[in-house]
């Protein structure tokens, strides 16, 4: 893994966008806009970031990433299938070729046996091009230990890492 603190991973993903002429979106609810705040931290993110979406109640990620209804009762917010809605939502609205999307339970309440403080999901879709039926989702659980804080800032450099790899590949 580089070394964030040489070579921070916003910055090394805006190269990455940069290089690919790719534009990205972020819909966040446990970050609130954390994820999105890092991108815009690069001077000319502008050339690749176009909108990061705070959807932090049910309302929000039906309404702005057309989350369905039945994910949401079926799963809660923190889950899976919601991070890969929010994330194909937000690729999908703002017209970007990648989504990005945490979810998840930041502390120090609101956690449960199943969903521990310090849970998220983090999902990273991809607009393949028209006609190649490529797009595609990936999403990865994670834990993360600290005060409030300390979680949401782990879950946002975790998200960038994870849109790193994603365009690696």
Known sequence: MTDDTADPVEKRVGKRLREADATVATAESCTGGLVGSKITDIPGSSDYFDRSLVTYSYEAKRELLAVSRESLDAHGAVSEPV?????????DTARTDWGVATTGVAGPSGGSSETPVGTVYIAVAEAAPWGTNESGVTVSRYEFDGTRREIKAAIATQALRDLETALQE
């Open 83 to 91: 991070a890969v809605e929010m994330a194909r939502g937000v690729r």
